[in-house]
């Protein structure tokens, strides 16, 4: 079964790093994208970027890029989401999701990883 | 970038009956549109790629149709669990994009 299993809930002061993990299994880890999807809280969704595992070739929406980093790393089938300084309007729940092609569907989403960012 | 408009914001529906949910994109997006479901609680779940294809599991009662930049999410007769908030994803152009989501609601 494709599963991605998402790291757990995080509370982190502003101004703090941060950095999520989504681990894949269940499927060629290199043959897919990995999305990084935001929900803020009662908001919709929203599109942040995905990694090639393959490659590791990085897209970024616009309104992220410069704020998060994507990477993976393939020999451990785990992509990553990261701040280097969070902000409280980072407060959200982040899932990550898989796809093919590019820019893809996303068929495969991991169970969220909910970050709060309160002084 | 494209923006995708979804009608209405909320539609209150009984079960049996017919739920249809619009989806307008500010430009052409050809038929590169997908639709997701999410529950409270639960990460999406794709329902319809392509503007109208189904995606492994998904029951025949839900359809999808169009092209261009008007697009329809259909139910044609509402189960319980169809409850939840849909939401539309371009892919034809970057960034891609979800639209704002309807809430299927029961009345």
């Known amino acids: 079964d494709v599963q991605l299993v998402q790291s757990g809930a995080e509370v982190k002061k502003p101004g703090e790093s941060l950095k999520i993990s989504c681990t894949s299994s269940g499927y060629s880890f290199t043959n897919y994208w990995i999305g990084w999807v935001r929900q803020m809280p009662g908001k919709g969704l929203e599109w942040m970027g995905i990694i090639f595992p393959s490659d590791y070739e990085t897209k970024y929406s616009p309104a992220f890029q410069g704020q998060v980093t994507i990477s993976a790393d393939k020999s451990i089938s785990t992509a990553y989401l990261q701040w280097s300084s969070l902000k409280a309007s980072d407060t959200a729940m982040y899932y990550c999701a898989r796809g093919e092609s590019t820019p893809p569907y996303f068929d495969y989403w991991g169970q969220g990883t909910l970050v709060t960012v309160s002084s | 970038e494209i923006v995708l408009t979804q009608s209405p914001a909320t539609l209150s529906l009984s079960p049996g009956e017919r739920a249809t949910l619009s989806c307008r994109a500010s430009q052409s997006v050809s038929t590169y549109l997908a639709w997701y479901q999410q529950k409270p609680g639960q990460a999406p779940r794709l329902l319809i790629y392509d503007a109208s294809n189904r995606a492994t599991g998904i029951p025949a009662r839900f359809s999808g149709s169009g092209s261009a930049t008007d697009f329809t999410l259909t139910i044609s007769s509402l189960e319980p669990e169809d409850f939840a908030v849909y939401y539309c994803?371009?892919?034809?152009?970057?960034?891609?994009?979800f639209g704002g989501g309807t809430m299927v609601e029961i009345k």
């Open positions: 994803q371009q892919r034809n152009i970057w960034p891609p994009a």
